[in-house]
């Protein structure tokens, strides 16, 4: 019996040190967007946008058609909100071990947009999803209840 001990304690912090690292890998996702975000309230699309191009699986083209998309609606929402302000982030959402989203407030002089970035994991490796932005900031309130 007393041999089993040392056993169990090593998958035990085993078992531990991977739920750090898996925490640890899910904050890198924050600070990855966080690192985005400080682009993207400059007006710097592409700059934003390519911070997550190597943590994003898909083809080169659907991000730089992402990105022209986006400069293409820009000027529409200065026009209709004014001025970039600041970033605010609201929280982040997780869904088992495999998706991490984090939500953030783009806050404009008149108004704010969401903006979301989510993140999937099939195995061992955190990736972008999923990336956009509406100005449907209702979804919000729903964890402030």
Same mark, same amino acid.
């Given at each position: 019996?007393?041999? *089993? ?8 912090? +085993?078992?531990?040190?991977? #739920? ?10 924050? %600070? ?12 710097? @699309? ?14 080169? *083209? ?8 986006? %400069? ?5 929402? /200065? ?12 929280? *982040?959402?997780? @869904? ?8 953030? +407030? ?10 979301? #970035?989510?993140?999937?994991?099939? %195995? ?5 999803? /999923?990336? /956009?932005?509406?100005? /449907? ?9």
């Amino acid at each position: 019996m007393p041999r *089993t001990i040392p056993y169990i304690l090593l998958l035990l912090s +085993l078992y531990l040190g991977n #739920l750090k690292a898996d925490e640890a890998a899910a904050m890198d996702t924050k %600070k990855l967007s966080d690192h985005a975000m400080k682009y993207l309230i400059k007006g710097d @699309i592409s700059g934003g946008i390519d911070i997550l191009r190597p943590h994003w699986g898909i083809e080169k *083209t659907y991000i730089d058609k992402f990105i022209e998309e986006t %400069k293409k609606q820009w000027p529409n929402l /200065n026009k209709k909100y004014g001025k970039e302000v600041e970033v605010e982030f609201i929280r *982040t959402e997780v @869904i088992g071990d495999s998706y991490v989203r984090h939500l953030y +407030l783009y806050k404009f002089e008149k108004h704010a947009i969401k903006w979301t #970035l989510t993140f999937y994991k099939a %195995k061992e490796k955190w990736e972008v999803n /999923n990336l /956009n932005f509406d100005e /449907n900031i209702e979804p919000l309130y729903e964890k402030a209840k």
